[in-house]
């Protein structure tokens, strides 16, 4: 079980990584109309590509549409799927079921499916980079990465 005990904190850790950068756009961007701190600098990072919190967060492609709300901000719906993957990871902490061990990937995976576009948009689309987004994408890509390597070990405990 000692093996349970050192994936989970890092399962959790990203995840409440990822709720604190998300929730922290909303407050600061969206509630109070003030750029969250690091969103000031004005440098490339890529040719034609650069640091503008402002630009990605302004956009149309920072709200996601949902039935009866209308539009949402993105950074919301991110916080709402690293508080589920806490919830999924302490499922399957606690049960090692199945269920638990297949909710668990598929939710990851399509936090993982999610990325390539989110890039696109930011790289290719906006041609601007949030640190923010970029640090939420960080954590979903080595969220996965866990527990893909903690579901291969942890396969024959699982029930």
Same mark, same amino acid.
């Given at each position: 079980? *000692?093996?349970?005990?050192?994936?989970?904190?890092?399962?959790?850790?990203?995840?409440?990584? +990822?709720?604190?950068?998300?929730?922290?756009? $909303?407050?600061?961007? =969206? !509630? &109070? +109309?003030?750029?969250?701190?690091?969103?000031?600098?004005?440098?490339? !990072?890529?040719?034609?590509?650069?640091?503008?919190?402002?630009?990605?967060?302004? %956009?149309? =492609?920072?709200?996601?549409?949902?039935?009866?709300?209308?539009? !949402?901000?993105?950074?919301?719906?991110?916080?709402?799927?690293? /508080? /589920?993957?806490? +919830?999924?990871?302490? *499922?399957?902490?606690?049960?090692? %079921?199945?269920?638990?061990?297949?909710?668990? #990937?598929?939710?990851?995976?399509? +936090?993982?499916?999610?990325?390539? =576009?989110?890039?696109?948009?930011?790289?290719? $689309? &906006?041609?601007?980079?949030?640190?923010?987004?970029? $640090?939420?994408?960080? #954590?979903?890509?080595?969220?996965?990465?866990?527990?893909?390597?903690?579901?291969?070990?942890?396969?024959?405990?699982?029930?």
């Amino acid at each position: 079980m *000692w093996v349970v005990n050192v994936w989970l904190p890092l399962l959790v850790v990203f995840s409440l990584g +990822g709720v604190a950068a998300s929730l922290l756009v $909303v407050y600061l961007f =969206y !509630v &109070l +109309g003030t750029l969250p701190p690091g969103c000031y600098a004005d440098l490339e !990072v890529l040719p034609g590509v650069t640091m503008d919190c402002v630009r990605v967060l302004t %956009s149309e =492609y920072a709200y996601v549409p949902v039935p009866v709300l209308g539009r !949402v901000p993105l950074d919301v719906a991110a916080a709402v799927w690293f /508080v /589920v993957n806490i +919830g999924a990871a302490l *499922w399957l902490y606690k049960t090692l %079921s199945r269920g638990a061990a297949r909710f668990v #990937f598929w939710w990851r995976l399509l +936090g993982l499916a999610i990325l390539p =576009y989110l890039l696109y948009l930011e790289f290719a $689309v &906006l041609k601007a980079v949030c640190i923010y987004c970029t $640090v939420m994408h960080v #954590f979903i890509l080595a969220d996965f990465v866990v527990i893909s390597i903690f579901l291969r070990k942890m396969a024959p405990l699982i029930r």
